[in-house]
């Protein structure tokens, strides 16, 4: 491609929407185009980058032994609601009726459309397992979209779904996915880590991540120094030291005046936090059950965890007019002395260890002092509802855990029976019985990969593309356009790259050098050539872009030489 013919349109000033660097720079360097709130055309640089991300997934899915399919963006309603999704996915679906008042949604995911296609075409075991998958754009309506390509209303995905007869089936290609994805994003030249996960709208039991490793991500990670264990801090699990046994004391109800917060309640009393106990009034958003969530003073409930426990959709803290309602009193809430009408309460299980413990007394300016779980008041449910933090152990190999951001570009479930059972998906076994299919599920975000990459790769100069992922790997600059030698030279040095299959541009523009160069910057060329002074003798300056370094090159050697350093950049 020449530059001159090029339609790229860089910019100087990043636009005031940009917030993240891949925003930024994908705006900047004429990748993309918004066209409305999170929405937006990709140009041809980005596009360009776009289809080679595809094509490394498209090339591992089918490596893998996925076959690939092309479903309807336009889902009937009627397919979401034998699911029982309608509801459930409810305002983050993009809903349109047909000139008939038919109710359609464009397709956020197609477990529905898939499994339909399935009960219709699948009706022996001799058929199974089998695993399609698509690479399409998919729409969601999401409150606040933002960061470019990272949270968009439409977006790029890869989702494949696989179909058992068993447990151990499913089992298998749960492993082979995972290890195509690890594939797939080392191809990409991405550091990245698969990480335990809650399952979400989506379903199911078992169920990873793979994170792509970056300051600027939306998730936290918690990992081990010492094992191989990772996990999203919404399914992060830790050992907790045990606290102290002691004699178990009467529970006592002091004034504890203006002291209604657990730091305040501390230092009051001269206690830790670990003999603290904090209530924290939640509701469930879809049957209005209210609920105390006992906590140890020193965590913060973990809200993933919560709505798993109670298998609610969404949970919100109760409002202080909420409070109020119940005769409860802010900052002063406890388990012991209440009389709770409607309300359940859930104890995370480090608060049913703790001997002698303060909670909230009830009325204005009260705390109890040593109460225990068990004599004094129990939980209609017990369960690990905390947030985990850095620096605890590790519940698997006894090691440190630490914290990460991450941005998440894969996600790979075990469905099991939930989609199939809704819609009736069965197969007949080699006795002649009806079964039901046994699911997996397996999304990659492909344009959210694009930008992650550049999330992970960029100084203030632009972006620097891994080599798999560049829109063109070699910009070759002529310094002089006006200058015959330094252009024929680049000439050569173009026509060779390109009979060798190295997607490379030649800027062929008449601008001043550094122009030049500050553009290519910019776009991330992983390596410029640069035509200069010494092309008369066949001589060229080979430029890395993520190292800064300089080669001097003959021209008869650069293209062996750019395919060398391929492979390290």
């Known amino acids: 491609m020449r530059f001159s013919k090029s339609f790229i349109k860089t910019l100087k000033e990043t636009p005031k929407e940009a917030e993240t660097a891949s925003h930024k720079l994908l705006l900047r360097a004429s990748m993309i185009k918004k066209l409305t709130s999170g929405v937006y055309t990709y140009l041809p640089l980005g596009y360009k980058a776009l289809k080679k991300v595809e094509n490394i997934v498209r090339e591992e899915m089918d ?3 996925a076959q690939e399919i092309l ?5 009937p309603a009627e397919l979401w609601k034998e699911s029982g999704r309608w509801e459930v996915m409810g305002p983050l679906m993009m809903k349109l009726q047909d000139r008939n008042k038919r109710d359609f949604v464009l397709g956020p995911t197609h477990e529905e459309v898939i499994t339909d296609l399935i009960r219709n075409e699948i009706s022996s075991y001799k058929s199974l397992p089998l695993n399609l998958y698509q690479i399409q754009t998919k729409f969601r309506d999401e409150i606040r979209p933002r960061f470019g390509l990272m949270r968009g209303r439409e977006f790029v995905m890869k989702d494949a779904y696989s179909f058992h007869t068993s447990q151990e089936s499913l089992d298998e290609e749960f492993l082979n996915m995972r290890d195509a994805y690890s594939r797939i994003f080392s191809r990409c030249g991405l550091k990245f880590r698969p990480v335990e996960a809650d399952s979400g709208a989506i379903g199911g039991s078992g169920s990873q991540e793979f994170h792509v490793l970056a300051e600027s991500g939306e998730d936290e ?4 120094d010492s094992c191989e264990y990772a996990a999203n801090v919404e399914t992060a699990t830790s050992k907790v030291e045990p606290a ?15 002291v209604s917060k657990i730091d305040d309640i501390v230092n009051y009393l001269n206690i830790p936090y670990s003999k603290t106990v904090k209530a924290m009034m939640y509701r469930d958003m879809g049957t209005d059950q209210v609920y105390m969530v006992l906590m140890r003073g020193d965590y913060e409930v973990n809200e ?3 709505r798993n426990v109670i298998n609610a959709v969404d949970v919100t803290l109760l409002t202080d007019e909420e409070l109020v309602k119940h005769g409860l009193i802010k900052g002063f809430i406890g388990p012991y002395g209440i009389e709770l009408k409607d309300i359940k309460i859930i104890a995370d299980e480090e608060v049913t260890k703790i001997n002698n413990h303060t909670a909230g007394g009830n009325k204005l300016d009260t705390h109890y002092i040593n109460v225990n779980y068990g004599r004094d008041y129990t939980a209609d449910i017990v369960a690990d509802v905390k947030t985990v933090k850095p620096g605890e152990t590790c519940p698997r190999c006894g090691g440190k855990l ?4 991450g941005i998440e570009v894969g996600h790979i479930f075990k469905l099991g029976t939930k989609y199939s059972q809704a819609l009736n ?4 076994d080699d006795k002649g019985e009806s079964k039901v299919m046994i699911m997996g599920c397996y999304g990659i975000g492909v344009s959210r990969t694009l930008a992650s990459a550049i999330e992970q790769n960029n100084d203030e100069f ?3 593309w891994p080599s798999a992922l560049a829109p063109y790997v070699v910009d070759v600059i002529p310094a002089n356009i006006k200058n015959e030698d330094q252009v024929k030279v680049a000439e050569e040095i173009y026509n060779a790259l390109l009979a060798d299959g190295i997607d490379s541009m030649i800027d062929d523009r008449d601008e001043r050098p550094g122009f030049k160069f500050k553009d290519a910057d910019l776009i991330g060329f992983p390596f410029k050539v640069v035509s200069g002074k010494k092309a008369g003798e066949g001589i060229v300056e080979l430029k890395i872009r993520r190292t800064g370094e300089t080669l001097e090159v003959s021209k008869d050697e650069v293209v062996a030489k750019v395919r060398e350093l391929m492979k390290q950049y």
């Open 63 to 65: 490596r893998a032994g």
């Open 462 to 464: 632009g972006i620097i």
């Open 71 to 75: 479903m309807p963006v336009l889902q």
């Open 244 to 258: 102290p046994v002691e004699e178990l004391k009467a529970a006592e109800l002091i004034d504890t005046p203006n």
């Open 402 to 405: 630490h914290s990460a951001r």
């Open 221 to 224: 990670i918690i990992y081990c």
């Open 425 to 428: 998906a069965t197969y007949l």
């Open 304 to 306: 993933t965890k919560l």
